[in-house]
């Protein structure tokens, strides 16, 4: 791209789904984007736009940082619009079709998103963006693969408690590492089962005090 992105095509940037890229546009706006090498139009119905890793780029960078860029404050964003992958421990207001449809759609285009930016186009490991959103990333393989997440916290709300089942995954002190907590134990197999499906490498351990297992799980690199 030769010169930075208009106004309104920052715009629709600055308002790409968090975990996936995938945007929302007229078509007019998606096919520039489309021409200048920031946006891709995925090859499956229904053919959905997703941000290329430049337009990544732009999107994570200040907007003070993008050269002539217009200075826009950030759009305000719908909850209904904006897809995150859910961690376990938070309020699921939405778990019906609509649900699984966006979180196939965003699987779906989280391994585009592999072949477009690992080398060979290699869709069976995390690709750069993964290992800078373990916890969103990790989340998202479980949950397109069908597993429960963990109900709203409840007590202290530090997200480690155990008030009702299905996996919670949680950033950890160690690089490139989440953990993935799972009170049943045939259901915490079946998380390092689908983690180790989808790329990542995978270890259990258990928590020095109470003996409860618990999965490490990192981002495989080849």
């Known amino acids: 791209m030769t010169r930075p992105p208009t106004a309104a095509q920052r715009r629709v940037i ?41 337009g990544h780029r732009i999107r994570e960078a200040p907007i003070a940082a993008v050269p002539s860029a217009p200075k826009i404050p950030e759009p305000a964003r719908e909850p209904s619009g904006v897809f995150t992958a859910r961690v ?50 990790a989340a998202l393989a479980l949950e397109a693969a069908g597993l429960r997440p963990a109900g709203a916290d409840t007590g202290t709300g530090t997200g480690t408690g155990t008030g009702t089942e299905g996996y919670r995954v949680r950033a950890t002190p160690q690089p490139e590492a989440v953990a993935v907590r799972e009170p049943d134990a045939r259901a915490l197999k079946e998380c390092a089962v689908t983690l180790e499906k989808a790329g990542w490498q995978v270890s259990e351990h258990a928590e020095p005090r109470t003996g409860a297992r618990y999965l490490l799980a990192s981002p495989r690199r080849s």
């Not at 489309?34 to 736009?49: E, I, K, M, Q």
């Open 14 to 54: 600055d308002a790409a789904d968090s975990v996936t890229g995938r945007l929302r546009g007229t078509e007019s706006q998606l096919a520039a984007l489309v021409r200048h090498g920031l946006a891709f139009r995925h090859s499956r119905p229904p053919h959905d736009h997703f941000l290329t890793p430049a």
């Open 88 to 137: 376990g421990g938070e309020e699921a207001t939405d778990a019906g079709p609509s649900r699984v449809r966006e979180v196939h759609s965003a699987w779906q285009g989280l391994l585009e998103l592999r072949r477009m930016t690992n080398t060979g186009g290699a869709v069976d490991r995390p690709c750069a963006w993964e290992r800078t959103h373990l916890t969103q990333a």
